[in-house]
């Protein structure tokens, strides 16, 4: 059985940073697309950031780009979303997502697994 399973979320000043990480068990790590997602309340699950299975192009939302950073690390089965500058609006519950198959990635649907999510709280 797949899990994903985050941490690193907490509370944080405006323009102060966090590094989530999502741990994947149960399953080949080296075998998933990758992704970060978030919910704000009241909100509809968005797309943050994105990194394929060889690891070598990322991609992001444009609210995120040139503050966040996605990556993996196949020896420790983790993927990492690094958050800096942070902003109020950045206040979500966090999820990392893993797929199979390739294809659209920026949205929810498609996704094979997903995380419980860690909650990210950014204060002005």
Known sequence: QVQLVESGGGLVQAGGSLRLSCAVSG???????????????????????????????????????????????????????????????DTAVYYCAAKYYSGQYSTPLGYDYWGQGTQVTVSS
């Open 27 to 89: 399953g080949s790590f080296d075998s998933y697309h990758m992704s970060w997602f978030r919910q704000a309340p009241g909100k509809e699950r968005e797309f943050v950031a994105h990194i394929p299975k060889p690891g070598v192009t990322t991609y992001y939302a444009d609210s995120v780009k040139g503050r966040f950073a996605i990556s993996r690390d196949s020896a420790k089965n983790t993927v990492y979303l690094q958050m800096n500058d942070l902003k109020p609006e």
